[in-house]
């Protein structure tokens, strides 16, 4: 018998973590838990706490106040899920879980399902970043979109040090599952993300 799946979406802001891990969910029947969703009301209410504009919850600030917590959140209801049989699929950055496999360890030993999770990072062109970004309009990203080749050299696009499968988000949905899930797909680009 397959042990139950953890699906763990990483990747850059803007890159189609969400829109990819609300998909990989659907195809795999799985439990969704998507950090901005789980946590962010609660990060929102941290950032007027220390004074932070709404929306920009990406200030440093919530950042060092909040990011324990919300990946604590994160991964212990995802950990719960998995210890009842319950597929899940968690999506956040896990931009220092990526990084550093000792990090990925001890994530995937929280979650229980040491043989059963699989690091899907989420990948997009630099331009159709910046395009996604502006689109969207979010508080969070005007500092990133104001300095972008700075962000382009940050941690947040850095690959991961740990095994993972990438996976192209301007690929129609049929051929970002099939990369998530290494399944056969017979689907090209899509015209739009």
Partial sequence: MEPIRAYVVAGAP???KSALGAALARYLR???LDQDVLAGPLTAVVARLVGVPPGD????????????AT???????GASCLAAG??????????????????????????????????VWATCPPDELRRRMAARGA????????DFPRFLASAALAAP?????A??????????????TMEPSTSGRSPSC
Avoid at 58 to 63: G, I, L
Avoid at 139 to 146: F, G, S, V
Avoid at 161 to 165: E, G, L
């Fill in 161 to 165: 040090a740990v095994p993972h499968r």
């Fill in 57 to 68: 919850l990406d200030d440093p600030r919530v950042r060092t106040a909040t990011r324990t």
């Fill in 14 to 16: 803007a890159a189609g």
């Fill in 86 to 119: 319950v597929a899940t699929v968690l999506v956040a950055p896990f931009t220092a879980e990526r990084a550093d496999p000792g990090a990925w360890a001890r994530l995937v030993g929280r979650l229980g399902a040491p043989d059963g999770t699989v690091l």
């Fill in 30 to 32: 799985a439990a969704l």
């Fill in 167 to 180: 996976v192209d988000t301007t690929l129609a949905i049929a051929g970002q599952l099939a990369s998530a």
């Fill in 139 to 146: 508080a969070r990203d005007l500092r990133k979109l104001a």
């Fill in 71 to 77: 990946y604590d959140a994160l991964v212990e209801t």
